[in-house]
C-alpha cells in the first residue's frame, strides 16, 4: 500500500471516530436535563467537531499533495492550520458524517 493511501487510510478512522464523539456529546448534550450537564456535554460535541475539523485538514492536505504547516502551539489550544487547496475544492459545511466522508474520499 501507498505510504500517502495508508495516511488517508488512518485520518479517514480518525475522523469517523471523531464523528462518533461529536454525535455521542451532542446527543447527550440533548437529553440531559442538568443546566451544567447539558453545557459540558456541549463543548464536548464542540471540542470533538474540532478535532475532526483539525483531522479533515490533514487529510485534504495529503490528498491534495497540497503544503499545510501547522504552528508549533500545543495541541490543547486550537491549531493554526494554513493549507493551499486548490479553489475548485468547496469547504464541507455538513456536519453529517456521510457528506462529509464523500466531500474527502
Not at 495516511?7 to 440533548?30: H, R, V, W
Request: glycine content about 2%; proline content about 7%.
Amino acid at each position: 500500500m501507498e505510504q500517502n493511501q495508508e495516511i488517508l487510510d488512518g485520518l479517514k478512522t480518525a475522523m469517523e471516530a471523531e464523528l462518533t464523539g461529536f454525535n455521542f456529546y451532542k446527543m447527550a448534550a440533548e437529553n440531559v436535563t442538568d443546566p451544567r450537564a447539558k453545557e459540558t456535554f456541549a463543548k464536548m460535541a464542540e471540542e470533538e467537531m474540532g478535532h475532526f475539523k483539525y483531522l479533515r485538514h490533514q487529510y485534504q492536505s495529503v490528498y491534495w499533495k497540497t503544503e499545510i504547516m501547522i504552528s508549533p502551539k500545543p495541541l490543547s489550544k486550537k491549531p493554526e492550520i494554513k493549507v493551499k487547496v486548490p479553489s475548485s475544492v468547496p469547504p464541507s459545511k455538513s456536519a453529517s458524517k456521510t457528506a462529509i466522508m464523500r466531500s474527502v474520499s
